[in-house]
T-cell receptor, first 113, second 116 residues
Framework: AQTVTQSQPEMSVQEAETVTLSCTYD???????LFWYKQPPSRQMILVIR??????QNATENRFSVNFQKAAKSFSLKISDSQLGDAAMYFC??????????FGKGTRLHILP | DAGVTQSPTHLIKTRGQQVTLRCSPK?????VSWYQQALGQGPQFIFQ???????QRGNFPDRFSGHQFPNYSSELNVNALLLGDSALYLC???????????????FGPGTRLLVL
């Protein structure tokens, strides 16, 4: 069965510093997608970044980047120059082609001013 | 361009009642997925609708049913509500490519259901 594990229930980072959120997943598939979603207190689930498993290059979106290690089944999110608006729950998620999305339990990120 | 919208935002029901939640997909999207998010947990997949048919289903009982209309909007119905059905219900829309691969799913703000 496919599973997604986020081992850090909560993390804190000083404003303007860099933080890395960890995620591991379990799958026997070779073609899949990985996502990081952000859910602020407003509850809206917002896509932060997406990675196709067949791409070796790590995805980057402005201050957000991932470290995708396919063999290790690891998909961490790095947030650079952390801002107060980055405070939220972050969910790592996995999907194969047209299948459902499987989410981890989330990591709550606190930004310290 | 309106994103995914859901109604109502909050709902309070009592055990045994029935509830209907509504979702309008993002413009241009044809597929709607529903997720249940219990407090402190990640979302769990309920089912997905495409071309007015249930295309995939997660591990939820038959009390959970849905519908998709010709304009791609969707409803989630839950019968015989239990206390454990209290959760945030999220709707996500996407475009199913002809290859069968979905574009990224975009989520609505959710409906918070409280069952007393």
């Amino acid at each position: 069965a496919q599973t997604v594990t986020q081992s850090q229930p909560e993390m804190s980072v000083q404003e303007a510093e860099t933080v890395t959120l960890s995620c591991t997943y379990d799958t026997s598939e070779s073609d899949y997608y990985l996502f990081w979603y952000k859910q602020p207190p407003s509850r809206q689930m917002i896509l932060v970044i997406r990675q196709e498993a067949y791409k070796q290059q790590n995805a980057t979106e402005n201050r957000f980047s991932v470290n995708f290690q396919k063999a290790a089944k690891s998909f961490s999110l790095k947030i650079s120059d952390s801002q107060l608006g980055d405070a939220a729950m972050y969910f790592c998620a996995y999907r194969i082609r047209d299948d459902k999305i499987i989410f981890g339990k989330g990591t709550r990120l606190h930004i310290l001013p | 361009d309106a994103g995914v919208t859901q109604s109502p935002t909050h709902l309070i029901k009592t055990r045994g009642q029935q509830v209907t939640l509504r979702c309008s997909p993002k413009s241009g999207h044809d597929t709607v997925s529903w997720y249940q998010q219990a407090l402190g947990q990640g979302p769990q997949f309920i089912f997905q609708y495409y071309e007015e048919e249930e295309r995939q289903r997660g591990n939820f009982p038959d009390r959970f049913s849905g519908h998709q209309f010709p304009n791609y909007s969707s409803e989630l119905n839950v019968n015989a509500l239990l206390l454990g059905d209290s959760a945030l219900y999220l709707c996500a829309s996407s475009l199913l490519r002809t290859s069968g691969d979905q574009e990224t799913q975009y989520f609505g703000p959710g409906t918070r259901l409280l069952v007393l």
